[in-house]
């Protein structure tokens, strides 16, 4: 028993390692953005979907592909634009006049890492293609089904203030994303530092320093991360207030709310707690790590009423009041 809690330790001290040689690869490249890197990680780590938001010049696409260049995996970036076909992105048939027969011509969701860069300029379309890769992990082509490479991951940007040529994207494939991350301005220091770096000329070079299985095994360990049952009934209260506001003292919010949150909510509550935990060092969840990964799981999919619209009322401030009005049991 004791050399079973002893390799335990240190496999989870392997998996923890992965982590923080990733970290020091970007930071390499990247200044700041330690949320988004963070939460960049988790998905990564549970082999989910984000979606990242944020006006122009704040690095998203390079964060994203300085990520992806630190694993030995495939990696695919896809500029969105109004003109793109399904066929753009999943593959199509081409007819090969050497053998008088069409061959599959896949396309780049065959990925490990997808950047869907301006994922909202594509239209209805290509929307729906993407939504089947991202829910089934599979992409029909001609016909014929093909299994997406597995891990599979969507990583998509999107720039709030520019609407012009842009397409909502339906609230189904907002739920399908695990986290929407919001991407601020960086600090004095920051961006001091970013200058300095831009001015510098040099472009540093970033080690690949894991591959798909250490991925893998990370997130066999993140699954593994201690989720009591407090905590777990936190998490259902947390998604039970965003549907009923009323049963926990905050009626007031049930008419700024068209739609709560889904069951896939509480699901990757969870699972975002557990890995949040554990890139920050522990092999438990506390209540602090919920709270942290609440805010990116729930904002994406609370719809609000037009009442709220009247009175300015974001899904973001709906959330914060949820986060102070339902109590930890």
Known sequence: MAQQVERDTRDASREHQVIADVKAQIARVIVGQDALIDRLLIALVTANHALIEGVPGLAKTLTVSTLAHTLRATFARIQFTPDLLPADITGTLVYNPRSGEFDTRLGPLFANIVLADEINRAPAKVQSALLEAMQERQVTVG?????????????????????????????????????????????????????????????????????????????????????????????????????????????????????????????????????????????????EDVKAIAPDVLRHRLVTTYEAEAQAVTAEDIVTRLLEGVGIP
């Open 143 to 287: 016909g014929e089904t093909h299994p997406l490479p597995s891990p599979f991951l969507v990583l998509a940007t999107q720039n709030p203030i520019d609407q012009e040529g842009t397409y909502p994207l339906p609230e189904a494939q907002l739920d399908r994303f695990m986290l929407k991350v919001l991407v601020g301005y960086p600090g004095r220091d920051e961006e001091r530092a970013i200058l300095e770096r831009a001015l510098g000329g040099t472009v540093p070079e970033i080690d690949a320093v894991t591959d798909a299985e250490g991925i893998a095994a990370v997130g066999r360990a993140v699954a593994a991360v201690e989720l009591n049952e407090r905590l777990r009934e936190y998490v259902i209260r947390l998604v039970e207030a965003s549907r009923e506001p009323s049963l926990y003292r905050m009626a007031d919010l049930g008419p700024l709310l068209e739609y709560g949150a889904s069951p896939r909510a509480g699901i990757f509550l969870a699972r975002g707690a557990q890995a949040y935990a554990f890139i920050h060092g522990r092999d438990y969840v506390v209540p």
